[in-house]
Structures are given as structure tokens and as C-alpha cells.
């Protein structure tokens, strides 16, 4: 989950360009199962675009270590809201009017 919300929050950082924080998680689920040494891959979309926020959908895919099949092994949704340089939310697209 953490490594969901680290891709998440990235993209939520270059979409907002600037300063992004989680405020709420949900629907998590983790229809599978990773061993040690598989690769772990973090893909991420922006399905909804608030005022001053971005709700993120987070999905880990899973390599096996030693072949090229996959597994999806997490879901789930992340929102963040956008700060400024007083740490107090702003708009999405950085304008005031």
C-alpha cells in the first residue's frame, strides 16, 4: 500500500505541479500474492479532477523474478490536495479567477 501511494503522490505532484498531500484512501484490494525477489511495478491514472484535489487510482502489478509473468497483486484510490508555498490549498490548475 505504501508503494502505492509513493506512485500515486509522484503523479499527483507532476499533474499539480507543485507541493500534493494524501488526504483519504480507499477501495483497496489485493487480489494477489507477490514472493520475495519479484519486481513490483506501480501504475497510476488521475480519474477525477476537484477544485484544489486529484483522486488517483493506484494499481501494482507484479513480475515473477525469474520470467516476464505478471499478476496483479494491489488496487486502490488515493485523493490528495494541492498546496501552496503557505501550505494552504489551491487550485488545480494554479489560477485564482
Not at 23 to 29: I, L, P, Y
Not at 45 to 56: A, D, E, H, R
Not at 59 to 69: L, T, Y
Request: proline share 2%; charged share 25%; with cysteine.
Amino acid at each position: 500500500m505504501a508503494q502505492m501511494a509513493l506512485g500515486a503522490g509522484s503523479l499527483a505532484s507532476r499533474v499539480g505541479k507543485g507541493k500534493a498531500v494524501v488526504v483519504h484512501g480507499t477501495d483497496f484490494t489485493f487480489p494477489g500474492a507477490m514472493a520475495v525477489g519479484d519486481e513490483l511495478s506501480i501504475y497510476c491514472k488521475v480519474s477525477v479532477t476537484g477544485n484544489t484535489s486529484l483522486t488517483i487510482e493506484a494499481e501494482g502489478v507484479a513480475r515473477d523474478r525469474n520470467s516476464e509473468e505478471t499478476t496483479k497483486v494491489s488496487h486502490g484510490t488515493f485523493k490528495f490536495v494541492l498546496l501552496d508555498d503557505d501550505d494552504k490549498p489551491r487550485l488545480v490548475h494554479g489560477t485564482d479567477d
